[in-house]
């Protein structure tokens, strides 16, 4: 059994278009969270939701914008794609009882965008 | 706001060497946890071992221990035994416990391991 899974793994584009990524996680988790990784492999945190509210939004670009439909998706549409958008984007979630961590962040498999 | 710096950018050792990775971060916060992530070529994130700021005691995972020193605020992966699949990109990452995880990770740069046979 898949926990987090993305779809699609592979994503080609144009500049200009629009597209999603879509995630879920079948762990019961209630928080989830994108992270983009750029060409020197470096991660950064985009966007953490909780029971569908957005918990933090980093410095990312308003064309991002994350959109969960209930717990277990947490979906990341991009419009007017850049080509400096092109990077891996990573799904996770983990779970949270108040205001303790209760597990750590499992990750799903990544999507590789590239827009040319 | 939290930093992560792991420096090495990439090691290379033996099969059956130990090897260990360093990092330090940086932080005003008190209770937090560390990770290590293994990224293989395959891109998925692998949890290899975590640690929590209030535990005194170094986590251990098989081969895989962790040297955690709070004052000096590093946190070094120590490989023991390196095998061929240990050949991977290392993540050092950083989450505030405050909040119940809501920052997400904090990643260093990752040290890329070679493990040559």
Same mark, same amino acid.
């Given at each position: 059994?898949?926990?987090? !899974? =993305?779809?699609? $793994?592979?994503?080609?584009?144009?500049? #200009?278009?629009? $597209?999603?990524?879509?995630?879920?996680?079948?762990? #019961?988790?209630? &928080?989830?969270?994108?992270?983009k990784q750029d060409s020197k492999k470096f991660l950064k945190i985009m966007f953490s939701y909780n029971n569908k509210e957005l918990i933090i939004n980093e410095t990312v670009p308003n064309r991002f914008? *994350?959109?969960? *439909?209930? $717990?277990?998706?947490?979906?990341?549409?991009?419009?007017?794609?850049?080509?400096?958008?092109?990077?891996?984007? @990573?799904?996770?979630?983990?779970?949270?009882?108040? =205001?303790?961590?209760? %597990?750590?962040?499992?990750?799903? *498999?990544?999507?590789?965008?590239?827009?040319? | 706001?939290?930093?992560?710096?792991? !420096?090495? *950018?990439?090691?290379?050792?033996?099969?059956?060497? &130990?090897? &260990?990775?360093?990092?330090?971060?940086?932080?005003?916060?008190?209770n937090y946890y560390l990770f290590w992530y293994k990224q293989p070529p395959s891109r998925q994130m692998i949890l290899v071992i975590r640690?929590?700021?209030? $535990?005194?005691? %170094?986590?251990?995972?098989?081969?895989?221990?962790?040297?955690?020193?709070?004052?000096?605020?590093?946190?070094?992966?120590?490989?023991?035994? !390196? =095998?061929?699949?240990?050949?991977?990109?290392? @993540?050092?990452? @950083?989450?505030?416990?405050?909040?119940?995880?809501?920052?997400?990770?904090?990643?260093?740069? #990752?040290?890329?391991?070679?493990?040559?046979?």
């Amino acid at each position: 059994d898949t926990a987090v !899974s =993305q779809t699609p $793994k592979y994503l080609v584009t144009q500049m #200009g278009n629009d $597209k999603s990524i879509k995630c879920e996680q079948n762990l #019961g988790h209630d &928080t989830m969270y994108w992270y983009k990784q750029d060409s020197k492999k470096f991660l950064k945190i985009m966007f953490s939701y909780n029971n569908k509210e957005l918990i933090i939004n980093e410095t990312v670009p308003n064309r991002f914008s *994350p959109k969960s *439909p209930d $717990k277990a998706h947490l979906n990341l549409h991009i419009n007017s794609l850049e080509l400096g958008d092109s990077a891996v984007y @990573f799904c996770a979630s983990s779970s949270r009882r108040g =205001q303790l961590l209760d %597990n750590e962040q499992f990750f799903g *498999p990544g999507t590789r965008l590239t827009v040319l | 706001a939290q930093t992560v710096t792991q !420096s090495q *950018p990439e090691m290379s050792v033996q099969e059956a060497e &130990t090897v &260990t990775l360093s990092c330090t971060y940086d932080t005003s916060e008190s209770n937090y946890y560390l990770f290590w992530y293994k990224q293989p070529p395959s891109r998925q994130m692998i949890l290899v071992i975590r640690q929590e700021a209030y $535990k005194q005691q %170094n986590a251990t995972e098989n081969r895989f221990s962790v040297n955690f020193q709070k004052a000096a605020k590093s946190f070094s992966l120590k490989i023991s035994d !390196s =095998q061929l699949g240990d050949t991977a990109m290392y @993540f050092c990452a @950083f989450m505030n416990s405050g909040g119940g995880g809501a920052d997400g990770l904090t990643f260093g740069k #990752g040290t890329h391991l070679i493990i040559q046979p």
